[in-house]
């Protein structure tokens, strides 16, 4: 699977964006996927995953309630909808798949990463 992320951007604290991670070349239904972030200076986190039929969404605290993650498997795509968006939200996300069968937080976890697309949110 190859994955490429985009949608990211500018956008004032309270904003909303919606990122979009597509898949060629593999079996997307079968992948777990993610988004993750890493902040300038820091470590890449997690952010959210979902399950390979779309069903089962988890999200790390910090953007729980803020951020939904959803995913068509008809179009091999994978989404984060980001909605009152915070300067700390700022970022390099990137979308990450795992062909495991058993869900896991850990980067390690994911063998598939885009290229990441940067989100800058301003106060």
């Known amino acids: 699977v190859q994955l490429q992320a985009s949608g990211g951007g500018l956008v004032q604290a309270g904003g909303s964006l919606r990122l979009s991670c597509t898949a060629s070349?593999?079996?997307?239904?079968?992948?777990?996927m993610a988004w993750f972030r890493q902040a300038p200076g820091k470590e890449r986190e997690f952010v959210a995953f979902?399950?390979?039929?779309?069903?089962?969404?988890y999200y790390a605290d910090t953007v729980k309630g803020r951020f939904t993650i959803y995913r068509d498997n008809a179009k091999n795509a994978v989404y984060l909808q980001m909605s009152n968006l915070e300067p700390e939200d700022t970022a390099v996300y990137y979308c990450?798949?795992?062909?495991?069968?058993?869900?896991?937080?850990?980067?390690?976890?994911?063998?598939?990463w885009g290229q990441g697309t940067l989100v800058t949110v301003s106060s």
């Open positions: 070349g593999g079996t997307f239904s079968s992948s777990i």
């Open positions: 990450a798949a795992s062909g495991r069968d058993s869900w896991t937080t850990s980067r390690n976890g994911y063998e598939t």
């Open positions: 979902i399950s390979k039929s779309g069903s089962s969404p």
